[in-house]
């Protein structure tokens, strides 16, 4: 199992980006795939996940991010979209993407597999 988190860079509050998570090694039809973020001297805290563990799609959102964030998968390119909108300078932080087989959880100790970080500065 593997992932790679990708996207991140500066954007000037209001501005937008769209991370991916390139993964391999297993079939997200049975994973699921959360999104965190650590910004400097805070916790871990969940963002968004995406699971079909049961059969259909589910989405998650922190309330933080609901309406501005949006989580989405490529299958075929094996690749989950965190598009982000409207960023805020509270959005700035090390971004991640990780997995475990099963439905979502927003909760990082569930997820026994991360890819490396990516950068998000949300600055003027």
């Known amino acids: 199992v593997q992932l790679q988190a990708s996207g991140g860079g500066l954007v000037q509050p209001g501005g937008s980006l769209r991370l991916s998570c390139a993964t391999s090694?297993?079939?997200?039809?049975?994973?699921?795939i959360g999104w965190f973020r650590q910004a400097p001297g805070k916790e871990r805290e969940g963002v968004s996940c995406i699971s079909s563990y049961d059969g259909e799609i589910k989405t998650y959102y922190d309330d933080s991010v609901k309406g501005r964030f949006t989580i989405s998968r490529d299958n075929a390119k094996n690749t989950v979209y965190l598009q982000m909108n409207g960023l805020k300078p509270e959005d700035t932080a090390v971004y991640y993407c990780?997995?475990?087989?099963?439905?979502?959880?927003?909760?990082?100790?569930?997820?026994?597999?991360w890819g490396q970080g990516t950068l998000v500065t949300v600055s003027s």
């Open positions: 990780a997995t475990d087989r099963g439905r979502c959880s927003m909760w990082h100790r569930a997820y026994g597999w």
């Open positions: 090694g297993f079939t997200l039809d049975y994973y699921a």
